[in-house]
T-cell receptor
């Protein structure tokens, strides 16, 4: 089954404790991205990647890092999480091209206390 | 600045009734417009994608329209069902150099279908 898999689905952590949210897709998509969703706001892009070893900042990259060592994986790293990073996070992937459908993962609800 | 605005913010309708959701956008350079359905706590799922030259597209009971001149889109839901209760998100794609898309998301219309 074609899918984007995020782990974990839920995470509660403390301020400053490094964490990684994994994202994996099995559709051989070139393009992957991370979004955060907060109440009253649309999904906002954190980082994106056009292909292996190619990453770029989205609209809200501060406090986040990503890597794209393999085509299928695109982990999101929070080196020193803060409470304002409490949010619902989504990973998405798509084929490269203008009119290609984006497939989203199931989301990771992160709480930083 | 690229923006997508949706209305209404929320809507309650009776099962079996029709409804129309609105989307206005200022996104450049425009590539395509998408409607997504997002169930609570789940990832968005694509309903339709329309390019500049398409002014209507259907997916079952969902019909999207696009007026690229006025930069408006609508999503019409026919014969609503309880399972249609969800957030409907309008997403406008801008072309990126190198072939990718930059998606700008609306805040969604929260639809509730009641008996």
């Amino acid at each position: 089954e074609a899918q984007v898999t995020q782990n974990p689905r839920y995470l509660i952590t403390v301020t400053g404790k490094k964490l990684t949210v994994t994202c994996s897709q099995n559709m051989n998509h070139e393009y992957m991205s991370w979004y955060r969703q907060d109440p009253g706001l649309g999904l906002r892009q954190i980082y994106y990647s056009m292909n292996v070893e190619v990453t770029d900042k989205g609209d809200v990259p501060e406090g986040y890092k990503v890597s794209r060592k393999e085509k299928r994986n695109f982990p999101l790293i929070l080196e020193s999480p803060s409470p304002n990073q409490t949010s619902l996070y989504f990973c998405a992937s798509s084929l490269r091209g203008q009119v290609t459908e984006a497939f989203f993962g199931q989301g990771t609800r992160l709480t930083v206390v | 600045k690229n923006q997508v605005e949706q209305s209404p913010q929320s809507l309650i309708i009776l099962e079996g009734k029709n409804c129309t959701l609105q989307c206005n956008y200022t996104v450049s350079p425009f590539s395509n417009l998408r409607w997504y359905k997002q169930d609570t706590g789940r990832g968005p799922v694509s309903l339709t994608i329309m390019t500049f030259s398409e002014n209507t597209k259907s997916n079952g009971r969902y019909t999207a329209t696009l007026d690229a001149d006025t930069k408006q889109s609508s999503l019409h839901i026919t014969a609503s069902q309880l399972s249609d209760s969800a957030s409907y998100i309008c997403v406008v794609s801008a072309r990126l150099t190198g072939g990718g898309n930059k998606l700008t998301f609306g805040t969604g219309t929260q639809l509730k279908v009641e008996l």
